[in-house]
RNA sequence: GUGGACGUAGCUCAGUUGGUUAGAGCGCCGGGUUGUGGCCCCGGAGGUCGGGGGUUCAAAUCCCCUCGUUCACCCCA
């Protein structure tokens, strides 16, 4: 208890089973990007600060407060990725992937870092799992994210989630409306609470946010994105939309959804869970077709998502989900006292090369001790191996479910043991 | 950054209005079978009661400070 290291404030360890349940969760979804036609892409945690202050805004929560950032003995300052779009961005931009043709659809897992105070569904390292398409402006692109995030649930048995949708208008049609609803806010101002007022000078759009009664009434009559959008922002949002219904994903349009990060463009959508606590967004994403340009490309067209690991399986453990079955030993190889240690290492080697997880004692332990450790690691079969077994060329299996033993020679335990484990 | 709750054994927790060597269950180790697990029985190891200071004859218990955990706000995956 008084250990004198602890993992950092909010982050965490991960040990087993714990452990390998977060990396299958993390595989099958990454098996889900590779079927819908994304290719992985890895970036170091390391990018140069100016890259997140540029494409995240800085005005932002995240760049103003919650980045790790350091200067190395260079003198360059660095910082510890707090989401993975920009990077994969300039990932591409660095390895000229435009000219592997269009649209490049990539996707990324692996720790962010964001200095935040930690809570349920929060911490200062947690993982995402993300995927980008970039170069094309078709709203199908929209549907296929979001499809994405729809078919990882599936293949998860997560349900009852719900998906909130919005478009946040394009260079032509937001400046207009930023400054309706800044005018709307300035009029109002003496009726909102004073967050509201720190936010209608920052970020106007999450005043919609707020929960004050009086706010809420306040607000009612502000003027609305989604009715000053402009004709191509209003189309593209049609087609996302019918989209979506022609694949059956039920969604509900959220007129005042917005995301916290200042590239965001067209499209935004959100997908929340019950039960896992305040911070119930487990995946989310939208389109951000100026990024590329302001990150020094050519004019270039995008839309991306991404989900938190550590919320994705909050939701798992809600909805009593574990599809990832007991881990076993396949096989302990056990030694009776007086036993050849070297016989046994021997085996044990044997059986591994057959692709046979094998383990055995290293703690110079009884036989009675050695089975009780066989148990605990859910060894589906005991080899059992003592001076007597030796001189007549056998060895004892023993199964410890049926609490059968029987023997077997020597030569053929690897065989007899493939045979044992696959006929179960 | 702000607010609330909570820190006693590896884990989950008891611990009466401050009162002798601080407990339980689970787990761990050993025994009950000269070489056989899971159930049961017996025994054992394991604790600066988060840390520091104060009050008191006496503090896990009361007070102050501090560190940490956790939930919520903010914000976000």
Known sequence: MALKYHAPRGTSDLVFPESEKVERLVEIACEACALYGYRRVSTPVLESTGLFRRSIGEETDIVTKEMYTFEDSGGESLTLRPEGTAPVVRAYLEAGLRSEGLPQKLYYAGP???????????????????????????????????????????????????????????????????????????????????????????????????????????????????????????????????????????????????????????????????????????SAGGRYDYLVEELGGPDTPAVGFSMGVERLVMAMDAQGLDPFGRRRLDVFIAGAPGVDRGRLLELLSRVRSEGVSADTDYMDRGLKAQLKQANRLDARLVVLLGPDEMERGEAVFRDLEESRQWEVPLTEVPARALDFLGGR
């Open 112 to 282: 962010m870092f964001r200095r935040e105070r930690p809570q349920a569904g929060r911490f200062r390292q947690f993982s995402q799992v993300g995927a980008e398409a970039i170069g094309s402006e078709d709203p199908l692109l929209d549907v296929e994210m979001i499809s994405l995030s729809v078919a990882i649930f599936d293949d998860l048995g997560l349900q009852r989630y719900t998906l909130l949708l919005n478009t946040v208008g394009c260079r032509a049609c937001r400046p207009a409306y930023l400054e309706d609803l800044t005018t709307f806010l300035g009029d109002v101002s003496g009726r909102l609470c004073d967050r509201c007022r720190e936010r209608a000078k920052k970020n106007p759009l999450r005043v919609f946010d707020c929960k004050e009664e009086r706010c809420r009434e306040t607000l009612k009559n502000a003027p609305v994105i989604l009715d000053a959008v402009c004709s191509g922002c209003g189309r593209h949002f049609e087609e996302v939309i019918s989209g979506l219904e022609r694949l059956g994903v039920p969604f509900s349009v959220d007129k005042h959804l917005v995301r916290g990060l200042d590239y965001y463009t067209r499209t935004t959508f959100e997908f929340k869970f019950r039960d896992i606590g305040a911070q119930d967004t487990v």
